[in-house]
Protein backbone atom coordinates (compact mmCIF):
# COMPACT_ATOMS: atom_id res chain seq x y z
CA UNK A 1 0.00 0.00 0.00
CA UNK A 2 3.02 2.23 0.67
CA UNK A 3 4.41 2.04 -2.46
CA UNK A 4 1.21 3.04 -4.03
CA UNK A 5 0.50 6.45 -2.51
CA UNK A 6 3.89 6.80 -2.42
CA UNK A 7 4.82 6.39 -6.25
CA UNK A 8 2.54 6.73 -9.90
CA UNK A 9 0.49 9.48 -11.09
CA UNK A 10 -0.54 11.62 -8.53
CA UNK A 11 -4.10 12.35 -9.70
CA UNK A 12 -5.28 9.08 -10.07
CA UNK A 13 -3.85 7.90 -6.74
CA UNK A 14 -6.42 11.28 -5.05
CA UNK A 15 -8.87 9.79 -7.22
CA UNK A 16 -9.16 5.80 -5.95
CA UNK A 17 -8.02 6.44 -2.68
CA UNK A 18 -11.05 8.53 -1.83
CA UNK A 19 -13.51 6.54 -3.55
CA UNK A 20 -14.44 4.40 -0.59
CA UNK A 21 -13.92 7.40 1.83
CA UNK A 22 -16.82 8.87 -0.28
CA UNK A 23 -19.22 5.92 -0.76
CA UNK A 24 -18.57 5.26 3.27
CA UNK A 25 -19.73 9.24 3.60
CA UNK A 26 -22.50 8.49 1.46
CA UNK A 27 -23.94 5.43 3.16
CA UNK A 28 -23.95 7.87 6.29
CA UNK A 29 -25.61 10.64 5.29
CA UNK A 30 -28.26 8.40 2.70
CA UNK A 31 -29.11 7.08 6.57
CA UNK A 32 -29.68 10.53 8.03
CA UNK A 33 -31.72 12.10 5.32
CA UNK A 34 -34.07 8.53 5.37
CA UNK A 35 -35.82 9.62 7.98
CA UNK A 36 -36.17 13.49 6.93
CA UNK A 37 -37.23 12.00 3.51
CA UNK A 38 -39.90 9.60 4.44
CA UNK A 39 -41.20 11.92 7.22
CA UNK A 40 -41.94 14.72 4.26
CA UNK A 41 -44.25 12.14 2.22
CA UNK A 42 -46.54 10.98 4.83
CA UNK A 43 -47.01 14.09 7.33
CA UNK A 44 -46.95 17.77 7.87
CA UNK A 45 -44.51 20.50 7.98
CA UNK A 46 -44.57 20.31 12.15
CA UNK A 47 -43.32 16.60 11.62
CA UNK A 48 -40.72 17.34 9.51
CA UNK A 49 -39.77 20.52 11.45
CA UNK A 50 -39.64 17.55 14.95
CA UNK A 51 -37.70 15.29 13.07
CA UNK A 52 -34.84 17.95 11.10
CA UNK A 53 -34.26 19.40 14.98
CA UNK A 54 -33.87 15.98 16.64
CA UNK A 55 -31.82 14.48 13.93
CA UNK A 56 -29.51 18.10 14.44
CA UNK A 57 -28.79 17.01 17.92
CA UNK A 58 -28.47 13.37 17.56
CA UNK A 59 -26.03 14.49 14.48
CA UNK A 60 -24.14 15.98 17.00
CA UNK A 61 -23.77 13.74 19.75
CA UNK A 62 -22.72 10.50 16.75
CA UNK A 63 -20.11 13.55 15.59
CA UNK A 64 -18.47 13.77 19.04
CA UNK A 65 -18.83 9.89 19.57
CA UNK A 66 -17.12 8.96 16.43
CA UNK A 67 -14.52 11.84 17.38
CA UNK A 68 -14.02 9.62 20.52
CA UNK A 69 -13.71 6.78 18.82
CA UNK A 70 -10.80 7.39 16.75
CA UNK A 71 -8.77 7.66 20.09
CA UNK A 72 -9.89 3.99 20.48
CA UNK A 73 -8.75 3.84 16.50
CA UNK A 74 -5.56 4.71 16.70
CA UNK A 75 -4.76 3.01 20.43
CA UNK A 76 -6.16 -0.51 18.57
CA UNK A 77 -4.17 0.49 15.42
CA UNK A 78 -0.37 1.23 17.02
CA UNK A 79 -0.61 -1.76 19.42
CA UNK A 80 -1.45 -3.95 16.20
CA UNK A 81 1.23 -2.54 14.22
CA UNK A 82 3.71 -3.29 16.89
CA UNK A 83 2.45 -6.85 16.78
CA UNK A 84 1.34 -6.74 20.65
CA UNK A 85 -1.33 -9.10 21.16
CA UNK A 86 -1.35 -8.41 24.45
CA UNK A 87 -1.55 -5.08 24.85
CA UNK A 88 -4.05 -4.92 21.65
CA UNK A 89 -6.73 -7.21 23.47
CA UNK A 90 -6.16 -5.00 26.27
CA UNK A 91 -6.86 -1.84 24.27
CA UNK A 92 -9.72 -3.44 22.69
CA UNK A 93 -11.33 -4.59 25.98
CA UNK A 94 -10.50 -0.88 27.88
CA UNK A 95 -12.17 0.99 24.76
CA UNK A 96 -15.11 -1.31 25.14
CA UNK A 97 -15.65 -0.65 28.41
CA UNK A 98 -15.17 3.15 28.68
CA UNK A 99 -17.14 3.78 25.75
CA UNK A 100 -20.12 1.45 27.43
CA UNK A 101 -19.89 3.82 30.59
CA UNK A 102 -19.76 6.85 28.81
CA UNK A 103 -23.23 5.85 26.83
CA UNK A 104 -24.79 4.76 29.94
CA UNK A 105 -23.81 8.04 31.47
CA UNK A 106 -24.85 10.03 28.44
CA UNK A 107 -28.12 8.32 27.95
CA UNK A 108 -29.32 9.06 31.66
CA UNK A 109 -27.96 12.46 31.47
CA UNK A 110 -30.24 13.54 28.11
CA UNK A 111 -33.40 11.49 29.35
CA UNK A 112 -33.41 13.63 32.06
CA UNK A 113 -32.61 16.77 29.79
CA UNK A 114 -34.57 16.22 27.02
CA UNK A 115 -37.81 18.74 27.51
CA UNK A 116 -34.82 21.43 27.65
CA UNK A 117 -32.96 20.48 24.59
CA UNK A 118 -35.85 21.05 22.88
CA UNK A 119 -36.70 24.55 24.45
CA UNK A 120 -32.86 25.58 24.26
CA UNK A 121 -33.36 24.68 20.09
CA UNK A 122 -36.45 27.07 20.24
CA UNK A 123 -38.22 24.28 18.70
CA UNK A 124 -41.08 26.21 17.17
CA UNK A 125 -44.46 25.49 19.56
CA UNK A 126 -46.05 22.98 16.60
CA UNK A 127 -43.20 20.70 16.42
CA UNK A 128 -42.12 20.30 20.31
CA UNK A 129 -44.69 16.94 20.83
CA UNK A 130 -42.46 16.17 17.85
CA UNK A 131 -39.30 16.62 18.74
CA UNK A 132 -39.78 15.69 22.29
CA UNK A 133 -41.01 12.05 20.89
CA UNK A 134 -38.24 11.43 18.20
CA UNK A 135 -35.01 12.66 20.78
CA UNK A 136 -36.67 10.44 23.96
CA UNK A 137 -36.87 7.31 21.44
CA UNK A 138 -33.04 7.99 20.20
CA UNK A 139 -31.89 9.02 23.40
CA UNK A 140 -32.51 5.45 24.62
CA UNK A 141 -30.70 3.78 21.73
CA UNK A 142 -27.42 5.59 22.55
CA UNK A 143 -26.00 2.65 23.89
CA UNK A 144 -26.66 1.15 20.50
CA UNK A 145 -24.77 3.94 18.84
CA UNK A 146 -21.93 3.76 20.93
CA UNK A 147 -21.40 0.28 20.45
CA UNK A 148 -21.86 0.85 16.83
CA UNK A 149 -18.91 3.09 17.35
CA UNK A 150 -16.56 0.89 19.22
CA UNK A 151 -16.81 -2.24 16.75
CA UNK A 152 -15.78 0.17 13.72
CA UNK A 153 -12.89 1.69 15.69
CA UNK A 154 -11.70 -1.76 16.55
CA UNK A 155 -12.03 -3.08 12.90
CA UNK A 156 -10.49 -0.17 11.71
CA UNK A 157 -7.78 -0.50 14.55
CA UNK A 158 -6.85 -3.70 13.19
CA UNK A 159 -6.58 -2.70 9.72
CA UNK A 160 -10.25 -3.52 8.30
CA UNK A 161 -11.81 -0.49 6.75
CA UNK A 162 -13.97 -2.15 4.52
CA UNK A 163 -16.17 -4.20 7.24
CA UNK A 164 -17.74 -0.93 8.94
CA UNK A 165 -18.96 0.24 5.42
CA UNK A 166 -20.89 -3.20 5.13
CA UNK A 167 -22.72 -2.41 8.44
CA UNK A 168 -23.19 0.97 7.69
CA UNK A 169 -24.88 0.11 4.64
CA UNK A 170 -26.73 -3.06 6.56
CA UNK A 171 -27.86 -0.01 9.32
CA UNK A 172 -28.64 2.11 6.34
CA UNK A 173 -31.23 -0.58 4.05
CA UNK A 174 -32.72 -1.20 7.81
CA UNK A 175 -33.44 2.09 8.19
CA UNK A 176 -35.53 3.05 5.34
CA UNK A 177 -37.73 -0.13 5.53
CA UNK A 178 -38.05 0.54 9.28
CA UNK A 179 -38.90 3.84 8.05
CA UNK A 180 -41.40 3.44 5.64
CA UNK A 181 -43.34 0.53 8.02
CA UNK A 182 -43.47 3.00 11.33
CA UNK A 183 -44.20 5.93 9.28
CA UNK A 184 -46.22 5.15 6.23
CA UNK A 185 -47.67 1.89 7.77
CA UNK A 186 -48.47 2.40 11.12
CA UNK A 187 -48.48 6.09 11.16
CA UNK A 188 -46.42 6.87 14.46
CA UNK A 189 -45.09 9.74 12.72
CA UNK A 190 -41.70 11.34 14.11
CA UNK A 191 -41.60 8.59 17.07
CA UNK A 192 -41.57 6.03 14.15
CA UNK A 193 -38.87 7.70 12.60
CA UNK A 194 -37.10 7.84 15.82
CA UNK A 195 -37.83 3.87 15.96
CA UNK A 196 -36.12 3.29 12.62
CA UNK A 197 -33.20 4.92 13.70
CA UNK A 198 -32.71 2.93 16.65
CA UNK A 199 -33.59 -1.03 15.91
CA UNK A 200 -31.62 -0.26 12.41
CA UNK A 201 -28.64 0.81 14.77
CA UNK A 202 -29.18 -2.42 17.05
CA UNK A 203 -29.80 -4.90 13.84
CA UNK A 204 -26.27 -3.54 12.62
CA UNK A 205 -24.81 -4.18 15.72
CA UNK A 206 -26.27 -7.65 15.89
CA UNK A 207 -24.79 -7.99 12.61
CA UNK A 208 -21.22 -7.45 13.24
CA UNK A 209 -20.91 -9.21 16.31
CA UNK A 210 -21.83 -11.69 14.33
CA UNK A 211 -19.27 -11.44 12.03
CA UNK A 212 -16.68 -10.66 14.67
CA UNK A 213 -17.48 -14.13 15.94
CA UNK A 214 -17.72 -15.81 12.71
CA UNK A 215 -14.04 -14.92 12.04
CA UNK A 216 -12.88 -15.27 15.21
CA UNK A 217 -10.70 -11.58 15.01
CA UNK A 218 -9.73 -11.42 18.21
CA UNK A 219 -9.01 -12.71 21.40
CA UNK A 220 -9.63 -10.78 24.46
CA UNK A 221 -9.79 -12.27 28.23
CA UNK A 222 -11.73 -10.72 30.92
CA UNK A 223 -9.36 -9.11 32.67
CA UNK A 224 -9.14 -6.71 29.47
CA UNK A 225 -12.32 -5.42 29.93
CA UNK A 226 -10.82 -4.46 33.50
CA UNK A 227 -10.08 -0.32 33.15
CA UNK A 228 -6.78 0.62 32.93
CA UNK A 229 -5.44 3.73 33.48
CA UNK A 230 -2.96 4.11 30.89
CA UNK A 231 -4.97 3.02 28.29
CA UNK A 232 -7.67 5.13 28.77
CA UNK A 233 -5.43 7.68 29.06
CA UNK A 234 -4.29 6.96 25.84
CA UNK A 235 -7.51 7.01 24.19
CA UNK A 236 -8.81 10.20 25.29
CA UNK A 237 -5.60 12.02 24.86
CA UNK A 238 -6.12 11.22 21.26
CA UNK A 239 -10.42 11.20 20.92
CA UNK A 240 -11.10 14.25 23.34
CA UNK A 241 -9.73 16.71 21.27
CA UNK A 242 -11.53 15.52 18.32
CA UNK A 243 -14.58 15.15 19.78
CA UNK A 244 -14.51 18.76 20.95
CA UNK A 245 -13.20 20.25 17.85
CA UNK A 246 -16.66 18.62 15.68
CA UNK A 247 -18.25 19.09 18.39
CA UNK A 248 -17.91 22.69 18.26
CA UNK A 249 -18.57 22.61 14.65
CA UNK A 250 -21.87 20.84 15.31
CA UNK A 251 -22.90 23.48 17.85
CA UNK A 252 -22.50 26.15 14.96
CA UNK A 253 -24.71 24.64 12.80
CA UNK A 254 -27.43 23.65 15.75
CA UNK A 255 -26.94 27.85 16.41
CA UNK A 256 -27.74 28.81 13.44
CA UNK A 257 -30.73 26.24 12.92
CA UNK A 258 -32.01 27.99 16.00
CA UNK A 259 -32.28 31.46 14.29
CA UNK A 260 -34.05 29.91 12.24
CA UNK A 261 -36.51 28.30 14.28
CA UNK A 262 -37.12 31.62 15.83
CA UNK A 263 -38.38 32.74 12.60
CA UNK A 264 -40.91 29.94 12.60
CA UNK A 265 -41.87 26.75 11.52
CA UNK A 266 -41.39 27.26 7.70
CA UNK A 267 -38.24 28.77 7.82
CA UNK A 268 -37.34 25.76 10.35
CA UNK A 269 -38.62 23.41 8.09
CA UNK A 270 -36.56 24.87 4.89
CA UNK A 271 -32.82 25.35 6.71
CA UNK A 272 -33.39 21.45 7.86
CA UNK A 273 -33.80 20.40 4.78
CA UNK A 274 -31.18 22.44 3.11
CA UNK A 275 -28.42 21.09 5.51
CA UNK A 276 -29.42 17.37 4.66
CA UNK A 277 -29.14 18.10 1.43
CA UNK A 278 -25.83 20.13 1.36
CA UNK A 279 -24.42 17.16 3.13
CA UNK A 280 -24.80 14.94 0.31
CA UNK A 281 -22.87 17.73 -1.68
CA UNK A 282 -20.16 17.89 1.34
CA UNK A 283 -19.45 13.99 0.41
CA UNK A 284 -16.80 14.80 -1.83
CA UNK A 285 -14.81 17.78 0.00
CA UNK A 286 -14.87 15.29 2.98
CA UNK A 287 -13.77 12.59 1.49
CA UNK A 288 -10.91 14.85 0.44
CA UNK A 289 -9.91 15.85 3.67
CA UNK A 290 -9.29 12.24 4.34
CA UNK A 291 -7.74 11.44 1.62
CA UNK A 292 -5.41 13.99 1.82
CA UNK A 293 -4.34 13.61 4.68
CA UNK A 294 -3.56 9.37 4.62
CA UNK A 295 -1.53 10.13 1.35
CA UNK A 296 -0.07 13.21 2.41
CA UNK A 297 1.10 11.27 5.50
CA UNK A 298 2.60 8.62 3.88
CA UNK A 299 4.64 10.67 1.38
CA UNK A 300 5.94 12.99 3.99
CA UNK A 301 6.85 9.84 5.97
CA UNK A 302 8.61 8.79 2.59
CA UNK A 303 10.55 12.58 2.69
CA UNK A 304 7.80 13.09 -0.65
CA UNK A 305 7.21 16.72 0.65
CA UNK A 306 6.76 17.81 -2.92
CA UNK A 307 4.42 15.09 -3.93
CA UNK A 308 2.49 15.67 -0.67
CA UNK A 309 2.01 19.32 -1.77
CA UNK A 310 1.13 17.70 -5.43
CA UNK A 311 -1.35 15.86 -3.16
CA UNK A 312 -3.37 18.84 -1.89
CA UNK A 313 -3.49 21.00 -5.26
CA UNK A 314 -4.95 17.64 -6.56
CA UNK A 315 -8.04 17.51 -3.79
CA UNK A 316 -8.13 21.00 -4.56
CA UNK A 317 -8.62 21.34 -7.97
CA UNK A 318 -11.10 18.02 -7.69
CA UNK A 319 -12.99 19.92 -4.88
CA UNK A 320 -13.53 22.98 -6.71
CA UNK A 321 -14.73 21.26 -9.83
CA UNK A 322 -17.17 19.45 -8.09
CA UNK A 323 -18.58 22.38 -6.53
CA UNK A 324 -18.48 24.43 -9.41
CA UNK A 325 -20.62 21.90 -11.09
CA UNK A 326 -22.66 21.91 -8.06
CA UNK A 327 -23.28 25.46 -7.98
CA UNK A 328 -24.21 25.73 -10.83
CA UNK A 329 -27.18 22.56 -10.50
CA UNK A 330 -28.18 24.12 -7.11
CA UNK A 331 -28.73 27.88 -8.73
CA UNK A 332 -31.31 26.50 -11.24
CA UNK A 333 -32.91 23.86 -9.67
CA UNK A 334 -32.74 24.37 -5.93
CA UNK A 335 -36.49 24.54 -5.19
CA UNK A 336 -37.02 20.72 -7.15
CA UNK A 337 -34.31 19.12 -4.56
CA UNK A 338 -36.21 20.73 -1.88
CA UNK A 339 -39.28 19.65 -3.20
CA UNK A 340 -38.25 15.79 -2.73
CA UNK A 341 -38.42 16.25 1.16
CA UNK A 342 -42.07 18.70 1.08
CA UNK A 343 -45.34 19.56 -0.74
CA UNK A 344 -45.09 22.94 1.43
CA UNK A 345 -45.03 25.47 -1.21
CA UNK A 346 -43.40 27.72 1.37
CA UNK A 347 -40.99 25.96 2.77
CA UNK A 348 -40.03 25.09 -0.76
CA UNK A 349 -39.43 28.58 -1.24
CA UNK A 350 -37.72 29.40 1.32
CA UNK A 351 -35.47 26.54 1.00
CA UNK A 352 -34.98 27.30 -2.56
CA UNK A 353 -33.70 30.78 -1.61
CA UNK A 354 -31.23 29.30 1.24
CA UNK A 355 -29.52 26.84 -1.14
CA UNK A 356 -28.87 29.58 -3.44
CA UNK A 357 -27.18 31.43 -0.80
CA UNK A 358 -25.54 28.45 0.89
CA UNK A 359 -24.55 26.48 -2.13
CA UNK A 360 -21.63 28.86 -2.50
CA UNK A 361 -20.06 26.90 0.09
CA UNK A 362 -19.15 23.77 -1.92
CA UNK A 363 -16.36 25.36 -3.82
CA UNK A 364 -15.04 26.99 -0.87
CA UNK A 365 -15.57 24.37 2.11
CA UNK A 366 -13.57 21.77 -0.60
CA UNK A 367 -10.52 23.93 -0.34
CA UNK A 368 -10.10 24.78 3.41
CA UNK A 369 -10.81 20.85 3.99
CA UNK A 370 -8.01 19.78 1.71
CA UNK A 371 -5.77 22.31 3.47
CA UNK A 372 -7.19 20.93 6.99
CA UNK A 373 -5.67 16.80 5.68
CA UNK A 374 -2.66 18.23 4.68
CA UNK A 375 -1.57 19.89 8.04
CA UNK A 376 -3.42 17.48 10.07
CA UNK A 377 -1.06 15.03 7.76
CA UNK A 378 1.96 17.13 9.31
CA UNK A 379 0.64 16.55 13.25
CA UNK A 380 -0.67 20.08 12.85
CA UNK A 381 -4.51 19.11 13.47
CA UNK A 382 -4.62 22.30 15.87
CA UNK A 383 -4.68 24.42 13.13
CA UNK A 384 -8.19 22.92 11.88
CA UNK A 385 -9.28 23.57 15.17
CA UNK A 386 -8.19 27.20 15.14
CA UNK A 387 -9.42 28.27 11.43
CA UNK A 388 -13.11 26.72 12.19
CA UNK A 389 -13.11 28.50 15.62
CA UNK A 390 -12.26 32.19 14.18
CA UNK A 391 -14.49 31.44 10.84
CA UNK A 392 -17.72 30.23 13.09
CA UNK A 393 -17.42 32.92 15.65
CA UNK A 394 -16.37 36.10 13.01
CA UNK A 395 -18.29 35.02 10.23
CA UNK A 396 -20.76 32.48 10.67
CA UNK A 397 -22.64 32.80 13.33
CA UNK A 398 -22.70 36.46 13.51
CA UNK A 399 -23.88 37.08 9.63
CA UNK A 400 -26.24 34.19 10.28
CA UNK A 401 -27.75 36.45 13.50
CA UNK A 402 -28.05 39.29 11.46
CA UNK A 403 -29.29 38.17 8.55
CA UNK A 404 -31.74 36.13 10.23
CA UNK A 405 -33.03 39.62 12.20
CA UNK A 406 -32.98 41.60 8.97
CA UNK A 407 -34.01 40.35 6.49
CA UNK A 408 -37.67 38.44 6.86
CA UNK A 409 -38.61 37.33 4.00
CA UNK A 410 -35.94 35.58 2.71
CA UNK A 411 -33.30 32.86 4.10
CA UNK A 412 -31.14 33.96 1.14
CA UNK A 413 -28.55 36.21 2.98
CA UNK A 414 -28.84 33.58 6.02
CA UNK A 415 -27.48 30.94 3.74
CA UNK A 416 -24.80 33.91 2.52
CA UNK A 417 -22.88 33.10 6.05
CA UNK A 418 -21.77 29.92 5.60
CA UNK A 419 -19.68 30.28 2.20
CA UNK A 420 -18.63 33.72 3.89
CA UNK A 421 -17.44 31.62 6.96
CA UNK A 422 -15.22 29.24 4.94
CA UNK A 423 -13.83 32.49 2.78
CA UNK A 424 -12.22 32.78 6.22
CA UNK A 425 -10.80 30.43 6.96
CA UNK A 426 -9.80 29.65 2.54
CA UNK A 427 -7.72 32.95 3.41
CA UNK A 428 -6.30 31.84 6.86
CA UNK A 429 -4.86 28.46 5.11
CA UNK A 430 -3.28 29.77 2.26
CA UNK A 431 -1.47 31.78 4.94
CA UNK A 432 -0.39 28.77 7.42
CA UNK A 433 0.54 27.11 3.94
CA UNK A 434 2.51 29.57 2.99
CA UNK A 435 4.22 30.44 6.04
CA UNK A 436 4.85 26.75 6.64
CA UNK A 437 6.17 26.60 2.59
CA UNK A 438 8.55 29.30 3.30
CA UNK A 439 10.05 28.14 6.28
CA UNK A 440 10.75 24.74 5.33
CA UNK A 441 12.62 26.36 2.33
CA UNK A 442 14.54 28.22 4.32
CA UNK A 443 15.31 25.65 7.12
CA UNK A 444 19.56 24.44 6.66
CA UNK A 445 19.60 21.20 4.77
CA UNK A 446 20.25 18.00 7.34
Known amino acids: MENQLTTGNVGKSVLQFSLPFFFSYFLQTLYGMADLFIIGQFNGTDSTT ?40 LAIGNTVTLFMLLSIVITLCLLFSTKAIVSVMSTPKEAVSGTIAYLTICFCGIPFI ?33 DFLFIGGMKLGPAGAALGTTLSQTISVVVSWIVIKKRKMVSVSKTDFKPDKQ ?28 FANLRGLNDAAAVGIVEKVIGILFLVPSSMMQSVSALSAQNIGAGKHDRARKVLFYAVALCVTWGILATIVML ?52 SFMHNSISILCARIPLSYIASIYFKDTLFPMGLASPAGSLVSVIICIGIFLAFKRKRESAPVK
Open 146 to 178: TAYNIISSIFRGIGDSKSPMYFIAVACIANIAL
Open 50 to 89: AVSIGSQVMHMLTVMMVGLAIGGTVTIGQETGAGNRKQTS
Open 332 to 383: FQAESFVALFTHDNAVIRLGGAYMRGYVWDCILAGIHFSFTGYFCAYGLSGL
Open 231 to 258: TIKRILKVGIPIALQDGFIQIAFIVITV
